[in-house]
């Protein structure tokens, strides 16, 4: 799950605890997300910083339920096209697990041949993305090692 630490960093999920992720407008996205299940972990990343990076970890606490965001007319994230009967976007909720002490650039981890296929290093683009179990692992090996 990507975030940028200027709108919701790591930092932040370690003060809050926990939080709803909102605001996705992306149907790639919505659709990896409404794949996840309470307990899933997922590799929390830094967009928009020098480098970018995997900062951490949280776990899905509460499966996907429509982001209340779309429906408030205040909200950038309004979707005039959404209803309460029949919603476009949805969110799950996440708990922080760790902050690693040295991120992972993905520079990093496009240096990884075992990475070579994961859809960070193809499409940094997309929001919420799949990560294999195998690449799960290889990641939190990689902070293990630089720590």
Do not use: C
Request: charged residues 30%; without cysteine.
């Amino acid at each position: 799950m990507k975030s940028e630490p200027d709108v919701y960093s790591i930092d932040d999920l370690i003060a809050d605890g926990r939080t709803h992720w909102d605001g996705v407008r992306n149907y790639q996205a919505r659709n990896n997300m409404m794949k996840m299940a309470v307990g899933d972990e997922v590799l929390y990343y830094h967009s928009r910083q020098t480098p970018p990076a995997v900062v951490g970890r949280a776990k899905v606490v509460r499966e996907f339920y429509p982001d209340f965001t779309q429906f408030d007319e205040e909200s950038s994230y309004f979707d005039a096209r959404s209803s309460e009967e029949n919603p476009r976007w949805q969110m799950v909720d996440v708990e922080f697990v760790e902050k690693f002490d040295s991120e992972i650039s993905l520079t990093e981890i496009k240096e990884q041949k075992p990475l070579a296929d994961m859809v960070l290093v193809n499409n940094s683009r997309l929001s919420v993305q799949p990560v294999s179990k195998k690449e799960f692992d290889w990641i939190l090996q990689m902070s293990q090692s630089q720590s």
